[in-house]
């Protein structure tokens, strides 16, 4: 069975849909990241829903459509909690090119605590200590 490419197709930005962090400190980052999508294909595209694997990722879209030719984008705001991340953002669209108008989108990276400076070497370098 052939099926006629007529109609929305979404195409991501980002190399695999995915969005590298790196290492980062929740005090120097905001946790914000935008996905760019265009619209390929030669109807309007609507984003139906956006939804994180965890409520630790919010994301937040348009829903007016992207017409044939234009950009649109997903912004994603990761909470920033010490660790790895590792989390998949679902796309439910009307877009004819992706199984079932969904697509998954990933951030990945570290959050790492930032280094507290040692108050006691501080105090050893002191001049009454000399």
Do not use: H, W
């Not at 969005?19 to 139906?48: A, C, H, M, W």
């Amino acid at each position: 069975m052939v099926f006629a490419q007529d109609g929305p197709k979404i195409e991501f930005k980002d190399k695999d849909n995915t969005i590298d962090y790196g290492k980062v400190t929740k005090e120097e980052d905001s946790g914000l990241r935008v996905f760019e999508f265009t619209n390929t294909g030669n109807q309007p595209l609507l984003i139906k829903d956006v939804k994180s694997s965890c409520g630790c990722t919010v994301p937040s879209f348009s829903k007016d459509p992207i017409m044939p030719g234009k950009t649109g984008k997903i912004e994603v705001k990761y909470n920033m909690n010490p660790g790895p991340i590792r989390k998949t953002i679902t796309v439910e669209s009307n877009a004819v090119n992706v199984d079932e108008g969904r697509i998954a989108l990933k951030i990945k990276g570290e959050v790492i605590i930032k280094p507290v400076e040692n108050l006691l070497e501080k105090k050893t370098k002191s001049p009454l200590m000399q």
